[in-house]
């Protein structure tokens, strides 16, 4: 691996129950000992992905950043909610500034970003180094683009129309075939293109059609068939 990323920001039950996760924000001396044999253990870049706290009236972002900053942690990802709060509401920024301004190592913060505008003015707040996307490029891998030409001061690219969405998203298709096989890669491909063709507007009933095809052949060949059809025409109509 060129990195590890420690993951101290997933909300999940089946998770948390396990003390891991972003349960572990609650126990900072356990993280502190995590940190630290991790770090001692590899030779490559350990970074780490937190929340700001265990609950909102617990934000302990800024302590456990010096913890990481202490363990030797290359750069701390920063989710601007709590463990208690999961997704609900909406991402706040205030903590993340508080731990950008106290520790030195990159801070890069998260949550509820969907736009250049948006990742500007939550840079322009925390202070951090940088943003992290997730669910708002899910489907939309080219926010990522327009972000960056914001950020870059270039003038930020136009949305690709349908034919270049389609063929982004079969590139990415038979990316994902490559990587994870013939057995795998149609199974993790369902969700990916479950996003892309939500966005694009295709109806669940074809979604549902995609879900049951099991070869990656049979899934390229459903998608060539939607991207050829017009907008309106869809194929389980
Ligand atoms: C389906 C899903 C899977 C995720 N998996 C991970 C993960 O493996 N590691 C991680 O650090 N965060 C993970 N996250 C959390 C995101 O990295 C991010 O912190 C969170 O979604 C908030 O950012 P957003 O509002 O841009 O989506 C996941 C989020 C979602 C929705």
Redesign the pocket.
Known sequence: AQII?I?M??PAKKVCRKAAGSALLADEELVANILHAVVAAVDVPVTL?IRTGPTPERRNGVTIARIAEDAGIAAI?V?G?SRACA?GGE?EYDTIAAIAATVDIPVWA?????SPAKAQAVLAHTGAAGI?????AQGRPWLCGQVAARLGGRPVPATPDRDTQFAVLSEHLAALHAFYGDFLGPRIARKHVGWYLTDAGVSAETRRLFNRLETPAAQLALLAELAARQPTQDLAA
């Open positions: 990323d993951n920001g997933c992905k990802a989710h909610r997704f991402a998260n949550g509820d970003i969907d992290m996307i997730g669910r708002a």
